[in-house]
């Protein structure tokens, strides 16, 4: 009897043992989380503070990892490197997806929202919420919205109307909307990787771009641009995504874990996005590199109109209701 006791207390203790060794020694789950801007943006900062909660909360089951400034991957190969496995989260502008679903196309119409309390009302609205699941049957999966702002153009000429952009060159992201817009303009549009555009203005071989101050601001395009019109012509956010292969084969309480950890960090990021606009407009403006160019009202309503045809050009494919919750988010 006593010697059955220790035999069952031996293999008792040998099965603790195995656990602890196996607990101490399991390797956490690795996100590479991969992003093309710098780290002092509103999408860098974001991708920090999630490592960061991640760290704090759940260090021992999951380690994430932040490759900023198109250093593991840019955004034309992200994506494919997201459902292969090598990535497990990203950042895209949402006019980075149009081979992935066509409903995301709506944030690049021109002059659609009027501020970005405009764009969360409808990015939290049923047909915001709704494209956050336009490509789970490519695999992909939107786990939130991110802010950046709206975009401003920036040239080696002044740009105070329509008519300046003619012939004029400008880098866009890969997005049929945004060369249209430009097309519309008369312009020419080019389809380049961000990693790019800073050569390319240096070098002359575009005469501008359109993009967010802190993106102007920390890639030094104004270093290389003196000229930029506040035009506010259109909007730059993120979609954070995943692979639906990674986040459902996590367990449940790592996958809810990680999302409350995202929710923040991304809430962390929305709350910093405007601030960091209007600071890095400043410096752009202290640093006296480039001209800032404000428009008045008759000049904004010039590109309004020259742009807006662009609209029943895409309605078809964002889809009529999408269009309509869109401008009724503007009241
Ligand atoms: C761009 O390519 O201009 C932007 O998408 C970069 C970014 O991610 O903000």
């Given amino acids: 009897m006593k010697r059955h006791a220790s035999t ?20 956490p789950i690795l996100i590479k989380f991969s992003h093309v801007v710098a780290e002092n943006t509103p999408k860098g900062l974001m991708a920090n503070k999630f490592r960061e ?3 704090q909360r759940m260090g021992d089951k999951v380690v994430v990892e932040v490759y900023p400034n198109s250093q593991l991957f840019g ?9 292969l496995g090598d990535v497990q989260l990203a950042a895209p502008a949402l006019s980075k997806f149009e081979s992935y679903t066509k409903v995301l196309q709506i944030y690049d119409l021109p002059f659609l929202f009027k501020d970005m309390g405009a764009v969360e009302k ?3 609205g049923p047909n915001g919420q709704k494209m956050l699941h336009s490509m789970e049957d490519k695999g992909v999966l939107g786990l939130g919205y991110l802010h950046n702002g709206l975009k401003q153009l920036s040239s080696s000429d002044p740009l105070r109307v329509p008519a300046d952009a003619v012939g004029k060159k400008f880098r866009i992201m890969a997005s049929d909307v945004l060369a249209a817009q430009f097309e519309a303009l008369q312009a020419i549009p080019l ?16 005469d501008g771009q359109e993009n967010t101050w802190s993106n102007i601001y920390s890639k030094k395009f104004y270093e290389v641009q003196p000229y930029i019109t ?3 012509h259109g909007l730059l956010d993120y979609l954070v995504v995943t692979s639906a292969e990674f986040w459902n084969g996590l367990p449940d309480d790592v996958r809810a874990e990680l999302k409350k950890c995202l929710d923040e960090a991304i809430a962390f990021g929305n709350k910093i996005a405007g601030d960091k606009d209007d600071e890095d407009k400043k410096k752009i403006a202290d ?11 008759e000049q904004r309503e010039q590109w309004v109109e020259a742009m807006k045809p662009v609209w029943k050009q895409f309605e078809g494919q964002v889809g009529t209701d999408n269009l309509e919750a869109a401008i009724a988010s503007n009241k």
């Fill in 8 to 27: 069952a207390l031996a293999a008792l203790c040998a099965v603790a043992l195995l656990l602890c060794a196996t607990t101490a020694f399991a390797k």
């Fill in 230 to 232: 506040e035009s506010n």
């Fill in 122 to 124: 409808f990015q939290q």
């Fill in 191 to 206: 389809k380049k990787p961000f990693s790019e555009v800073f050569t390319l203005l240096q070098t002359k071989a575009i």
């Fill in 75 to 83: 955004d034309d190969k992200v994506l494919e490197a997201m459902l």
């Fill in 53 to 55: 909660l991640v760290e």
């Fill in 287 to 297: 640093s006296g590199r480039s001209k800032i160019i404000e428009l008045t009202p």
